[in-house]
C-alpha cells in the first residue's frame, strides 16, 4: 500500500507530480492533472506542452523495466455516452504512454466504473 510517509518527498508542479513507490519495488507511478484537456476543441497551449514535456520526460527516466501507472482526471477512452473518450488526449498523451510501455492508465471522471482493454492497453476508470 502506497503510505502518506511516500508521499512527502513529492515534489508537486501546480498539476502534475511523480511519486516513486518504493515499498513494491520497482513499480513507479506518474500523477497527471487531465484537467487541461476539458475543451476538446483547443489548440495545446504552453501549459499544456510543459505537462506533455514533463510526462515524457518523466517515463524516459524510469527503468525500462519497472511497472508504470499513469494516474489522471479525464478518461482517454470510455463508453460513457456523457463524457466519452478526449480526442485530444488520444493525440497528445496515448502515444507517449504507448512508446513508454506504461501499464496503466487510471482515471475518473465518468461517474462509473470500467475496464477497457485494447489490444495491450488497459484503462481503469474509477467514478
Known amino acids: 500500500m502506497l503510505t502518506s510517509e ?12 511523480s511519486v516513486e513507490a518504493r515499498e513494491f519495488g520497482r513499480e513507479h507511478g506518474g500523477m497527471l492533472n487531465m484537467e487541461f484537456y476539458i475543451q476538446m476543441h ?3 497551449s504552453l501549459e499544456k506542452r510543459e505537462q506533455i514535456k514533463w510526462l515524457d520526460e ?3 527516466a524510469m527503468d ?3 511497472m508504470k501507472i499513469v494516474v489522471g482526471h ?6 460513457s455516452l456523457v463524457h466519452g473518450p478526449r480526442p485530444l488526449m488520444n493525440v497528445a498523451i496515448r502515444p507517449i504512454l504507448k512508446s513508454y510501455g506504461v501499464d496503466l492508465y487510471i482515471c475518473g471522471h465518468d461517474h462509473n466504473l470500467q475496464h477497457l482493454h485494447r489490444r495491450y492497453e488497459h484503462y481503469i476508470i474509477l467514478l
Open 6 to 17: 511516500a508521499l512527502n518527498d513529492v515534489e508537486c508542479e501546480a498539476f502534475f507530480y
Open 42 to 44: 483547443e489548440k495545446i
Open 58 to 60: 518523466t517515463l524516459a
Open 64 to 66: 525500462p523495466k519497472s
Open 74 to 79: 479525464h478518461a482517454m477512452e470510455s463508453a
